[in-house]
């Protein structure tokens, strides 16, 4: 079974801190996928890395994807409140659907 | 271009009754997958479709709950004889082709089903 972790689950941090989420598995994935979801709506995609040891950047975020693949992280850099809501990460699975971690609830306090 | 079109988006059904939540995927998108959501929770995985054919429902209990995508029309989850566990959000999310690499999930606005 292909699982994928994340933490921290919460966070509350004051504007202008940096913060790290990490999505950790011990199954490989052909890409790691990170979504951003408000309360009311459907997760919206941010970023796919598909190349271990790739990194992208959107911003003030800032995506990994580990060396063998089973992990990647998102640094998002002087956060801000707009960043507020819940991000997760999402793996291809063997059969093509999405495997989710359970997400973290970030909040930026002004 | 209308993006993926769920409803109702608020349902509320009491325990025994059926519910069932349509989805309308992408225009051109011919495979749809069904996810579930409980409050700051992540999405769990129910039931993944290609026109008429389900390809994998490994994530659908068992006694109760259904999904068809139909040549024509929305996909439909079925949930009979809903019980107050099954409160919760569902989403619907549309890809243009399936299989493994990058292809890209477009995610509706989700069902809220509240089971009183």
């Known amino acids: 079974t292909q699982l994928l972790e994340q933490s921290p689950q919460f966070l509350s941090i004051q504007e202008g801190e940096n913060l790290t989420v990490y999505c950790n598995s011990s199954?490989?994935?052909?890409?790691l996928q990170w979504y951003r979801q408000e309360p009311g709506e459907g997760p919206v995609l941010l970023v796919t890395v598909v190349t271990g040891g790739e990194v992208k950047k959107l911003k003030r975020l800032t995506f990994q994807f580990g060396d063998a693949r089973k992990d990647s992280s998102l640094h998002i850099t002087a956060a801000q409140p707009g960043d507020t809501g819940l991000y997760l990460c999402?793996?291809?699975?063997?059969?093509?659907?999405?495997?989710f971690g359970q997400g973290t609830t970030l909040q930026v306090k002004p | 271009n209308a993006g993926v079109m769920q409803n109702p988006r608020h349902l509320v059904r009491r325990r025994g009754q059926e519910a069932r939540l349509r989805c309308s995927p992408m225009k051109g998108h011919s495979h749809v997958y069904w996810y579930r959501q409980l409050p700051e929770e992540g999405l769990k995985f129910m039931v993944y479709l290609q026109k008429e054919n389900i390809i994998d429902e490994s994530g659908m209990p068992k006694e109760r709950f259904s999904a068809e995508f139909p040549k024509e029309g929305p996909s439909i989850l079925r949930i009979q004889q809903v019980v107050r566990g099954d409160s919760a959000a569902y989403f619907c999310a549309s890809s243009l082709a399936g299989g493994t690499g990058a292809n890209v999930l477009t995610f509706g606005a989700g069902s809220r089903l509240t089971v009183l």
């Open positions: 199954s490989v994935f052909s890409s």
């Open positions: 999402a793996g291809r699975g063997n059969t093509g659907k999405l495997i």
